[in-house]
């Protein structure tokens, strides 16, 4: 299902075109009933052939949050039977090309990790790609709070293995969501794909990749829209004004902090 522009067996990872189409690699070892991925949103999305299924994300089992998780990074997470739940990482940033598994294991404590492994050490030339990964996970004590460790290894024995930890209030909320600003630079390099710059959660105009057509230097965000940093004073993106938390969703993905629209939990 792959297409490929070039290949080299010279070097210690394996470099494919950023054209190649992402496929599923579910892996059911351990506690892993099903695992979906997105596939490198910047090129799922911009292929309209694909468009209805990259918006809906459909294979990743991702609930669509819209526009709310727009520039965020977020775990979410919904009891689906008795020891069962579903975890969705949304827009975790990661290498261009990567062939993912995913692999789960609960411990006896009932700590759970989550791992994603690109065992052939894949990788494409062309910058940050963003995905979203569901693992649906059997074993879970769905009455107390989850410890999650997601470890991602891009190359196994090669590359240093990354880890992010997050504990999800299962005891308190059988579904949910806690978001934190996304990587600026993977963001980045999707809003220069998609051509949304200046849009919601995305880099403002006139950042290090979201150019003006006039050569502008000014920071400016489209329609009425509010340029402001995620936290970062030299990482600027584009929110939405507000005055009462629903002007910023449905789902409480973000609240009104301060006149704009930020992530209400994070993790």
Not at 139 to 164: H, S, Y
């Amino acid at each position: 299902m792959r297409s490929l522009a070039y290949s080299s067996s010279l070097v210690l990872l394996t470099i494919f075109a950023c054209n190649g189409t992402e496929t599923q690699n579910p892996n059911s070892g351990g506690s892993l009933v099903a695992f979906g991925n997105s596939g490198c949103k910047k090129e799922t999305l911009a292929n309209a052939s694909r468009r209805t299924q990259a918006v809906t994300i459909a294979d990743a089992g991702v609930i669509d949050y819209g526009d709310e998780v727009a520039g965020l990074k977020c775990f979410a997470w919904q009891t689906t039977g008795p020891d069962i739940v579903r975890i969705s990482l949304i827009n975790f940033e990661e290498a261009c090309g990567a062939k993912w598994e995913g692999k789960a294991q609960v411990d006896p404590n009932g700590a759970l990790t989550l791992g994603l492994v690109n065992p052939t050490c894949s990788i494409a030339l062309c910058g940050w790609c963003i995905y979203d990964w569901t693992f649906e996970v059997k074993g879970i004590a769905t009455d107390q709070n989850l410890p999650v460790a997601v470890n991602i290894d891009t190359c196994p024995g090669q590359q240093a293995v990354k880890t992010t930890n997050a504990e999800l209030p299962l005891a308190t909320q059988p579904s949910g969501i806690l978001c934190r600003y996304a990587n600026f630079f993977a963001i980045e390099w999707q809003a220069l794909s998609l051509g949304t710059c200046g849009t919601v959660g995305m880099p403002c105009m006139a950042t290090s990749m979201c150019s003006n057509s006039d050569g502008s230097t000014t920071q400016t965000c489209q329609g009425d829209l509010t340029c402001t940093d995620n936290g970062d004073s030299s990482q600027m993106i584009c929110a939405t004004s507000c005055v009462l938390d629903s002007d910023c969703g449905t789902t409480g993905v973000q609240s009104c902090q301060s006149g704009l629209c930020r992530p209400k939990s994070a993790w």
